[in-house]
T-cell receptor, first 115, second 112 residues
Framework: GAGVSQTPSNKVTEKGKYVELRCDPI?????LYWYRQSLGQGPEFLIY????????DSGLPNDRFFAVRPEGSVSTLKIQRTERGDSAVYLC?????????????FGQGTRLTVV | TQLLEQSPQFLSIQEGENLTVYCNSS?????LQWYRQEPGEGPVLLVT?????EVKKLKRLTFQFGDARKDSSLHITAAQPGDTGLYLC????????????FGRGTQLTVWP
């Protein structure tokens, strides 16, 4: 497709379980971002990839959160030992990312609910 | 603590009214962006302002970046029901390329 694709759209998991959220960026986009949007809040930065490497992971809340982008395209956000506080919409965005103010395009998000 | 404070948080108005949404910070940003987000969708970029004092117009929407590059406003003239949505401001501090700091958003509802 032409846009950023995130799967699944919705994920319900039990507390303590492991989850993976996938992001397919726009083809050719080298920059990829993960954000988390809690209810009633704006998106909060988690991690930024430039190519295959995580250039800034300072937004990851703790070591239960990890993200990879092994081939510089698809990215997976992994959450171990999920907690109810992890419930949120996880947004992925991509951009051509080689200069400031390059437009980033967001996916529709994955709504994660931890019960 | 939000780096960008947006106000008001909720706005409910009648079709044809004008409105202004504010985005304020004590920090300086290299650019400020405004997004609109619909339920179940990701944010969609409306505009990017880069220069202090810059004013950009997009049909009935007017965006302004403060002279000190710490604040911005979005003004909508003659609002229409199709303007309903969550409006988010986001700032780039110029540190990590493309990393954005978002406000909490303004939920706008325009009644016919």
């Amino acid at each position: 497709g032409a846009g950023v694709s995130q799967t699944p759209s919705n994920k319900v998991t039990e507390k303590g379980k492991y989850v993976e959220l996938r992001c397919d960026p726009i083809s050719g986009h080298t920059a990829l971002y993960w954000y988390r949007q809690s209810l009633g809040q704006g998106p909060e930065f988690l991690i930024y990839f430039q190519g295959t490497g995580a250039a800034d992971d300072s937004g990851l809340p703790n070591d239960r959160f990890f993200a990879v982008r092994p081939e510089g395209s698809v990215s997976t956000l992994k959450i171990q030992r999920t907690e109810r506080g992890d419930s949120a919409v996880y947004l992925c965005a991509s951009s051509s990312g080689d200069t400031p103010n390059t437009e980033a395009f967001f996916g529709q998000g994955t709504r994660l609910t931890v019960v | 603590t939000q780096l960008l404070e947006q106000s008001p948080q909720f706005l409910s108005i009648q079709e044809g009214e004008n409105l202004t949404v504010y985005c304020n910070s004590s920090s300086v940003f290299s650019s400020l962006q405004w997004y609109r987000q619909e339920p179940g969708e990701g944010p969609v970029l409306l505009v990017t302002v880069v220069t202090g004092g810059e004013v950009k117009k997009l049909k009935r929407l007017t965006f302004q970046f403060g002279d000190a590059r710490k604040d911005s406003s979005l003004h909508i003239t003659a609002a229409q029901p199709g303007d309903t949505g969550l409006y988010l401001c986001a700032g780039d501090r110029g540190s990590t390329l493309g990393r954005l700091y978002f406000g909490r958003g303004t939920q706008l509802t325009v009644w016919p």
